[in-house]
């Protein structure tokens, strides 16, 4: 009896739970699905998820316009910075500076160091260790590369290290003195654009120094003439501000003593700045021909190919 009284009433509990689920939306409609005909069930389950999918895109599009319109107006938000460059300072984005023609005028007996002589300017921006490629002038090598690296540089010279010629020529041995070889190298791009910002930092500061000097030699120039207004004044008052009288011109003396002395700093400041306007100057060098092609097409008496390497005395 107690066995069956409590099985009952787990009956009737149950019942309770169960009434409200069975009465939801989802499983009506699921009852009304199965109650269907099988072709019918399947149209309906087909809408049904057309319709949740639809929604649920549209839900997706409406968070990310949201998010968009919120990036945006972050962004709208932030100044705006532009880099500039001066134009004294030389410098054309457009131009490629890493590509340039050098002769080979030194070799060493392994064919790994060679020394380059150039026209081009830039070739002092070059540091040790920078990466370099170059080829054979000829159209026949222009797609084969060998690679290199920067060991030194000297004036309208620069020291190369390349560990494997083979892979721009077949013939090592064809490496000889005066062969022109075609360079490229966008390291120095980089450091030919960061010279160009340097020196239009030094313009500018050469251009603070001239306006103080300029304000100073106007004090200097005029020291005479301030000179006699101030004696001019203080005669007037002879008897009263006599001392006053000196005591302004000794701190006048003083003041041009000390405007003197930093005419000298400012001058030899700006004769160092000169120096390194010089030397970071960009010029932007684009032969056309070669020295030795244009000896050959002059008739000048030059070897038709370059003296073969002499051996050791």
Known sequence: ????????????????????????????????????????????LENDIKDQVASDKEKIEKISVDSTNQVLKKTNQLPSRTFQ????????????????????????QSSSILKISSESK????????????FRLSKDDYK????????????????????????SCTTDVEYFRRGMVLV?????????VKEASIHRSSLLQKKK???ME????????????EKKVQISAEFDRKI??????????????????????????ELIYRLDTIDQEIQFYRVEKDAPLYDRWHLDQNLGVPVYERPEPLRAKR
């Not at 134009?87 to 060493?108: A, L, Q």
């Not at 070739?123 to 990466?131: E, N, T, Y």
């Not at 030194?152 to 083979?166: D, G, H």
């Not at 000097?213 to 005479?224: A, G, K, M, P, T």
């Open 239 to 264: 008897a009263i501000i006599q001392k006053e009288k000196r005591d302004a011109l000794a701190f006048h003396l003083a003041k041009n003593k000390d405007h003197i002395t930093l005419q000298k």
């Open 183 to 191: 360079f490229h190298s966008p390291k120095l791009q980089e450091r």
């Open 122 to 133: 830039n070739i002092k921006f070059f540091k040790a260790s920078d990466p370099i490629q």
């Open 143 to 166: 797609n084969l590369f060998c690679e290199g690296f920067v060991r030194s540089v000297e004036e309208n010279y620069f020291i190369l290290y390349a560990s494997n010629l083979s």
């Open 1 to 44: 009896m107690i066995v069956l009284r409590n099985v009952l009433l787990g009956l009737i509990i149950g019942s309770f739970v169960m009434i409200p689920w069975m009465f939801s939306p989802r499983i009506l409609a699921q009852q009304d699905i199965l109650a269907m005909p099988e072709d019918l069930a399947i149209k309906k």
């Open 213 to 224: 000097l300029n304000s100073i030699n106007q004090d200097v120039w005029s020291y005479e």
């Open 85 to 108: 460059l001066e134009v004294d300072s030389f410098f054309d984005p457009n131009f490629n500076y890493g590509k340039f023609s050098g002769r080979v005028t030194d070799i060493d």
């Open 208 to 210: 603070d120094f001239l």
